[in-house]
C-alpha cells in the first residue's frame, strides 16, 4: 500500500473550506494509502506565536482531525516537534539546498517583501517541510496550487541527495486533488474562504455556533436578482452558498437549487444555514468530548510513537549514507 503524508500548521481556525477541501478528503484517503496526518507546529513559530495560544491550537486541531473522522487505527496522527527526526532531518536538507533556489520561493517572497526584521526561518523552512515528507518514504503529497513549488523543491533534494549519497530517500509524488467543492468567501465570493480572513464574518469555523452560523450565512452576499440558480460567473455569492449545501449534504447542485425554487433569499440562507448547522453538531460533540480527554492524549503518544519509529529509521539510514557520527 502505499503511502501518504499531509502536514496542517496549527495557526488560524479551521473552516469548512479546509473541511471540505482537506479534511473530508483525508477520511477517505485513510481506507485507500497508509497515512499520517502531521500537524506542523514548527512551521508556525516561523512567525512569532504566543505560546500559550500556539499549545491550545496544537490540541484543538489534532481533535479536529479526529471528530471529523480519521480513525486513529488506520492513520498516523501526531505533532511534528514530538518526533526528533525531523528538526535533525530538516538541518540535512538545509546543507543541500543552495540559497539562491530558497530565495525564489515565491512565498518567501511575498511574506518577505517589505518587511523588517524577517525571520531566516522564513527562507529555511522548505528544507523542514522536505524533511517532513522524505522521513516517512511518502509516495504521494496531496497539495494545493500555492504548494506544488514547494513540492518540486522536496523532489530536487531527495534526487540530490540521492546523487551525492546513494539511494536512500523515495522521490515523493506530487498529487494536486479533485477539484471538488471550491468554498469562497462569504463577504468576497470571488477569493477562496481562508482561515487567516480577518473580517470574522467571511469565513465559518468547524467550531462556530448554531447562532453565529446563521448570522454569517445571513449576511453573506448574494445580488439583487432574487432568483437561486447556479452561475459561479454572474452570480458567485449564491453559488458559492450552493456548493455549500451541497458539499454538506452531499447532494447534487441541482437537488439544491430545485429545493429552493421560487423562495426568496431569506429562506434560501436559512435553509443553507439548518444544512450546515446540521452536519457540524456531531462533529463538534466528538471535538468537545476529545478536546481535554485522555483518549486524545493516548491518541497522539501512539502517533507519536509509530511516527518515531519511521522516521528514526530513515534518519540513521541518512546519517549513515553521509557518514555522520559512529557508522554501525
Same mark, same amino acid.
Given at each position: 500500500?502505499?503511502?501518504? &503524508?499531509?502536514?496542517?500548521? !496549527?495557526?488560524?481556525?479551521?473552516?469548512?473550506?479546509?473541511?471540505?477541501?482537506?479534511?473530508?478528503?483525508?477520511?477517505?484517503?485513510?481506507?485507500?494509502?497508509?497515512?499520517?496526518?502531521?500537524?506542523?507546529?514548527?512551521?508556525?513559530?516561523?512567525?512569532?506565536?504566543?505560546?500559550?495560544?500556539?499549545?491550545? *491550537?496544537?490540541?484543538?486541531?489534532?481533535?479536529?482531525?479526529?471528530?471529523?473522522?480519521?480513525?486513529?487505527?488506520?492513520?498516523?496522527?501526531?505533532?511534528?516537534?514530538?518526533?526528533?527526526?525531523? %528538526?535533525? %532531518?530538516?538541518?540535512?536538507?538545509?546543507?543541500?539546498?543552495?540559497?539562491?533556489?530558497?530565495?525564489?520561493?515565491?512565498? &518567501?517572497?511575498?511574506?518577505?517583501?517589505?518587511?523588517?526584521?524577517?525571520?531566516?526561518?522564513?527562507? *529555511?523552512?522548505?528544507?523542514?517541510?522536505?524533511?517532513?515528507?522524505?522521513?516517512?518514504?511518502?509516495?504521494?503529497? !496531496?497539495?494545493?496550487?500555492?504548494?506544488?513549488?514547494?513540492?518540486?523543491?522536496? +523532489?530536487?533534494? %531527495?534526487?540530490?541527495?540521492?546523487?551525492?549519497?546513494?539511494?536512500?530517500?523515495?522521490?515523493?509524488?506530487?498529487?494536486?486533488?479533485?477539484?471538488?467543492? +471550491?468554498?469562497?468567501?462569504?463577504?468576497?465570493?470571488?477569493?477562496?474562504?481562508?482561515?487567516?480572513?480577518?473580517?470574522?464574518?467571511?469565513?465559518?469555523?468547524?467550531?462556530?455556533?448554531?447562532?453565529?452560523?446563521?448570522?454569517?450565512?445571513?449576511?453573506?452576499?448574494?445580488?439583487?436578482?432574487?432568483?437561486?440558480?447556479?452561475?459561479?460567473?454572474?452570480?458567485?455569492?449564491?453559488?458559492?452558498?450552493?456548493?455549500?449545501?451541497? %458539499?454538506?449534504?452531499?447532494?447534487?447542485?441541482?437537488?439544491?437549487?430545485?429545493?429552493?425554487?421560487?423562495?426568496?433569499?431569506?429562506? &434560501?440562507?436559512?435553509?443553507?444555514?439548518?444544512?450546515?448547522?446540521?452536519?457540524?453538531?456531531?462533529?463538534?460533540?466528538?471535538?468537545?468530548?476529545?478536546?481535554?480527554?485522555?483518549?486524545?492524549?493516548?491518541?497522539?503518544?501512539?502517533?507519536?510513537? +509509530?511516527?518515531?519509529?519511521?522516521?528514526?529509521?530513515?534518519?540513521?539510514?541518512?546519517?549513515?549514507?553521509?557518514?555522520?557520527?559512529?557508522?554501525?
Amino acid at each position: 500500500m502505499k503511502t501518504i &503524508f499531509s502536514g496542517v500548521q !496549527p495557526t488560524g481556525t479551521v473552516t469548512i473550506g479546509n473541511y471540505i477541501g482537506a479534511f473530508r478528503q483525508f477520511t477517505e484517503l485513510q481506507y485507500e494509502y497508509d497515512c499520517l496526518f502531521c500537524i506542523v507546529d514548527q512551521h508556525a513559530i516561523t512567525v512569532q506565536q504566543d505560546p500559550k495560544e500556539l499549545s491550545k *491550537t496544537i490540541r484543538s486541531l489534532a481533535a479536529l482531525y479526529i471528530a471529523s473522522g480519521i480513525d486513529p487505527e488506520k492513520a498516523i496522527l501526531f505533532i511534528q516537534s514530538e518526533v526528533p527526526a525531523h %528538526a535533525q %532531518a530538516g538541518w540535512i536538507m538545509q546543507c543541500l539546498s543552495y540559497i539562491g533556489e530558497l530565495e525564489r520561493m515565491t512565498q &518567501f517572497k511575498d511574506k518577505s517583501d517589505g518587511q523588517e526584521g524577517v525571520s531566516s526561518a522564513l527562507l *529555511t523552512y522548505p528544507p523542514l517541510m522536505a524533511a517532513d515528507i522524505l522521513l516517512y518514504n511518502t509516495d504521494i503529497v !496531496p497539495v494545493g496550487d500555492d504548494q506544488t513549488q514547494h513540492l518540486e523543491l522536496t +523532489r530536487d533534494l %531527495a534526487e540530490r541527495f540521492n546523487n551525492r549519497y546513494g539511494k536512500i530517500l523515495k522521490v515523493p509524488e506530487i498529487r494536486i486533488p479533485k477539484h471538488g467543492a +471550491r468554498i469562497k468567501s462569504l463577504q468576497d465570493p470571488l477569493k477562496k474562504m481562508s482561515k487567516s480572513d480577518p473580517n470574522n464574518r467571511a469565513t465559518i469555523s468547524l467550531l462556530d455556533t448554531p447562532k453565529q452560523i446563521e448570522k454569517k450565512i445571513k449576511s453573506a452576499v448574494t445580488d439583487s436578482e432574487g432568483i437561486v440558480r447556479f452561475d459561479e460567473q454572474n452570480k458567485p455569492g449564491v453559488s458559492n452558498l450552493l456548493t455549500i449545501e451541497s %458539499a454538506m449534504s452531499g447532494k447534487s447542485i441541482d437537488e439544491v437549487v430545485s429545493k429552493y425554487d421560487s423562495l426568496r433569499y431569506g429562506d &434560501f440562507k436559512a435553509g443553507v444555514a439548518e444544512v450546515v448547522i446540521n452536519h457540524l453538531t456531531p462533529i463538534q460533540e466528538k471535538y468537545y468530548d476529545l478536546l481535554e480527554s485522555p483518549e486524545l492524549d493516548s491518541i497522539l503518544d501512539d502517533g507519536a510513537e +509509530r511516527a518515531n519509529a519511521i522516521a528514526s529509521a530513515t534518519l540513521k539510514k541518512m546519517e549513515n549514507a553521509m557518514g555522520l557520527g559512529r557508522q554501525r
